[in-house]
């Protein structure tokens, strides 16, 4: 009975100890800023047994009202129950002059550390960021700075806050050797500034730095940049540069020329093609032979002409028939002779038979004479030099008006 008694009371009272036991408050807590960004930091002792749930709560107060007559000022809360090691202030917007107390407290199972308090001014506390921006930009032989303010978490111009806040200005002349760089300072208030006594024709890198000597506060340098300073032109660039300007000019003259050359003939050979209807084919498809506007369809009336078959015939076969020259024609009976139309009759009047030769009106036939019909000299002379086959034009062209020129050289022109 007293050893069981014993066991219990050992029980009870291990129990009890734990229950009274304190839970670890944060530690090492701290305010990490820049500019208007404020976010307080801490950490805290971890107990195996309670890591998983603890929390911590955040709260701040203006610290003039603790100076005030009320024992229980209004505590404002950042951050309620959260498990991070920090709790961001930025969106709270604290004003940049005023002070303010802020405390932090762990929680574990509806148990609570004690509360650890931080006193905490922007203005005297809050780091100042490097300027937002820098560009460089030449003026000769000397280089112009350009200075964009650092910016507050409104997107607001740092000087708002610091009136008093100005930069410092590093520069040097790039080298490939480190140990030769030789930087040199100056310092501005303004948001441009000139480095002067700068060499022509030389590469410079520059970094700033924002400062404010109230609090002794500065920045870290901005990453450098560089830029190479200009100065007179020499005489070999300009020539350079002209030559080179004469040789681009003349190309694009040359391409331009080459361009118009081939949309003219693109053009020409597109709208005005070389392949041309014959007239006739224009004469009829045209309004008139002279004009390149096509007929119109018209009525039905009309539109029939349209279809009719269009024959295409040779040119017409002009025949020459060479009349033989006097010394070459035989000598004539005395009763015949030839008259003045190329045809020779009888002078006889006793001989008034058929000559073989016919004529009516002015039309040639000629006509190969029947066997049992007898010959004059004129109808063998006229029958001689020639092919019967070749000279009748009824055989070769049936149905078409024959018309013998004789000219002065002894040539007849037949023309079909």
């Not at 610290?63 to 950042?78: G, I, Q």
């Not at 740092?158 to 930069?167: Q, S």
């Not at 310092?187 to 730095?209: D, E, R």
């Not at 000629?366 to 109808?379: I, V």
């Amino acid at each position: 009975m007293s050893a069981a008694f014993y066991v219990c009371f050992l029980f009870w009272c291990h129990r009890n100890c734990v229950v009274g036991e304190e839970l670890a408050p944060p530690q090492d807590v701290i305010m990490i800023t820049m500019n208007t960004n404020y976010t307080l930091s801490w950490d805290w002792d971890q107990n195996p047994a309670d890591s998983h749930a603890v929390t911590f709560t955040t709260q701040y107060v203006g610290k003039y009202k603790l100076k005030s007559k009320r024992r229980n000022p209004d505590w404002s809360t950042a951050c309620e129950e959260t498990s991070h090691r920090s709790c961001d202030l930025t969106a709270f917007e604290l004003h940049y002059l005023g002070i303010y107390m802020l405390r932090v407290r762990a929680n574990v199972n509806g148990r609570h550390s004690i509360w650890v308090l931080l006193e905490f001014c922007p203005d005297k506390d809050a780091a100042v960021g490097p300027p937002a921006e820098v560009d460089l930009a030449p003026a000769g032989s000397d280089l112009d700075v350009f200075i964009s303010d650092p910016l507050t978490s409104t997107n607001s111009s740092m000087k708002d806050n610091l009136p008093n806040m100005y930069y410092h200005i590093l520069y040097w002349e790039r080298s490939a050797d480190t140990q030769e760089l030789r930087p040199q300072t100056l310092s501005s208030s303004t948001n441009m500034v000139t480095l002067p006594n700068l060499k022509a024709w030389t590469w410079y890198c520059v970094s700033i730095q924002s400062r404010y000597d109230f609090y002794n506060k500065s920045s870290s340098f901005t990453s450098p940049q560089c830029m190479q300073t200009e100065g007179d032109t020499p005489w070999w660039q300009i020539l350079l540069y002209f030559l080179g300007s004469l040789v681009i000019c003349f190309l694009v003259m040359l391409l331009s020329l080459y361009s118009s050359f081939w949309c003219y003939k693109t053009l020409k050979a597109t709208l005005y093609p070389s392949n041309q209807l014959p007239t006739h084919f224009k004469e009829y498809l045209c309004d008139s032979p002279g004009s390149d506007i096509p007929r119109l369809l018209t009525p039905d009336s009309e539109s029939e002409l349209l279809c009719d078959k269009v024959t295409v015939c040779a040119e017409p076969v002009v025949l020459e028939i060479h009349h033989p020259p006097p010394e070459a024609m035989p000598v004539l009976p005395s009763g015949l002779e030839p008259d003045s139309s190329g045809r020779h009759s009888r002078q006889d009047s006793s001989s008034s038979g058929d000559s073989g030769v016919y004529s009516t009106g002015g039309s040639s036939n000629l006509r190969e004479p029947n066997s049992s019909q007898s010959f004059t000299w004129a109808e063998l002379f006229w029958k001689g030099p020639f092919d019967p086959e070749h000279v009748k034009m009824q055989e070769i062209t049936p149905g078409l008006k024959s018309q013998a020129l004789i000219g002065d050289d002894g040539i007849v022109n037949m023309c079909v």
